[in-house]
């Protein structure tokens, strides 16, 4: 089992920056692929990018390619995702997730946070 805990949400301008942070516990919560989602109001959720186990591959979405980067720090067992050039339509819910044997882009993960607000304005 591992347990996934989200912060770092808020209300941002567009144009600024924000870091998630996606704390990990389990005892093999250090072995498993973490991946942010994100769920805007009356959209599916969508995939955002996505870290392997190792660190050693990182997966974006074509929408934050370039704006966004996800990073894992092993001596805190955190995930992180740095957004900049925050726009409008970067609002949503952002989910953090975890599974083993590889990223994938779909929602098929075995392990998922409570989600975390991030709201830009104009």
């Known amino acids: 089992q591992v347990l996934l805990v989200e912060s770092g949400g808020g209300m941002v301008q567009a144009g600024g920056s924000l870091r998630l942070s996606c704390a990990a516990s389990g005892r093999t919560s250090g072995s498993v692929d973490i991946s942010w989602f994100r769920q805007a109001p009356g959209k599916e959720r969508e995939f955002v990018a996505g870290?392997?186990?190792?660190?050693?591959?990182?997966y974006y979405a074509d929408s934050v390619k370039g704006r966004f980067t996800i990073s894992r720090d092993y001596a805190k067992n955190t995930a992180y995702l740095q957004m900049t050039i925050l726009s409008l339509e970067d609002t949503a819910v952002y989910y953090c997730?975890?599974?083993?044997?590889?990223?994938?882009?779909?929602?098929?993960?075995?392990?998922w946070g409570q989600g975390t607000q991030v709201t830009v304005s104009s």
């Open positions: 870290i392997s186990a190792s660190g050693g591959r990182t």
């Open positions: 997730a975890a599974k083993y044997l590889g990223v994938v882009r779909t929602a098929q993960y075995d392990f």
